[in-house]
């Protein structure tokens, strides 16, 4: 397993000094990101290939949210390669490597120029070591959908919003939907199907579902078409 040691940072925390879930995420972004740059296969040298890895789903299920000034372990593995997708794990620990957050994720691997799925070439299936698939409880990679969807007034994109492959980071569609939760609404699980891609000043139309224990955040564009689908379970103590 890649890891990193880190600490919680004040810009990190809500208002209660725990880590954010936005920042959970972000953490995870930057192990994986880490380890394929210290692996030779990062950003730029993807952009040489003219190749990019793009989420479909996040499962990211909380345990406990450090606190401010805690010193955290972050890691992350693949553990499996078929055709043109990876799975990776995900992982925070705290100073006595007790679970702070798993996470499971799926990714595909598209060619820049044709937008279209490509093999995973045979130096990356190399040098990205599997490892045993972590033990977690696995949720369906597909949303289902129930209960009355409310509309919500449509966002806008902007630059903020965009990531080194210019377009809506998968964080940052998770920091579009999440303010749409109930107040003091405290997120034990998040899982995220990611559908098409978002770029600049694109319309993204929120809907709205509180299904029971779930809450479901569509974003989706004018013809109805979903770019995001989140699902969102309450944590019972935070």
Not at 21 to 41: A, K, P, R, V, W
């Amino acid at each position: 397993m890649y890891t990193f040691d880190s600490r919680i940072r004040y810009s990190e925390v809500d208002s209660e000094g725990r880590l954010t879930m936005s920042s959970l995420i972000n953490y995870f972004q930057d192990c994986s990101t880490f380890h394929s740059e210290d692996l030779g296969l990062g950003v730029e040298y993807l952009k040489g290939q003219h190749l990019v890895w793009v989420l479909c789903y996040w499962q990211i299920t909380v345990s406990r949210y450090p606190k401010l000034g805690e010193r955290v372990t972050v890691g992350t593995f693949p553990y499996d390669m078929k055709g043109f997708l990876g799975y990776r794990n995900f992982v925070m620990l705290d100073e006595e490597g007790e679970y702070l957050a798993k996470a499971n994720s799926l990714w595909s691997l598209l060619n820049t120029d044709t937008g279209k799925p490509v093999a995973v070439p045979e130096n990356m299936i190399e040098k990205y070591v599997l490892s045993p698939k972590l033990d977690m409880d696995y949720s369906s990679r597909k949303i289902g959908i129930t209960g009355e969807c409310v509309p919500k007034e449509p966002l806008v994109v902007k630059q903020h919003h965009l990531d080194t492959n210019h377009h809506v980071n998968n964080q940052q569609f998770i920091d579009m939907t999440m303010d749409f939760l109930p107040e003091n609404f405290c997120v034990g699980q998040v899982r995220a199907e990611y559908r098409k891609q978002a770029f600049l000043d694109d319309i993204l139309i929120p809907g709205v579902i509180n299904d029971g224990d779930r809450v479901i955040v569509m974003l989706e564009d004018e013809n109805g078409m979903p770019y995001m689908i989140a699902e969102f379970r309450e944590k019972e103590t935070a």
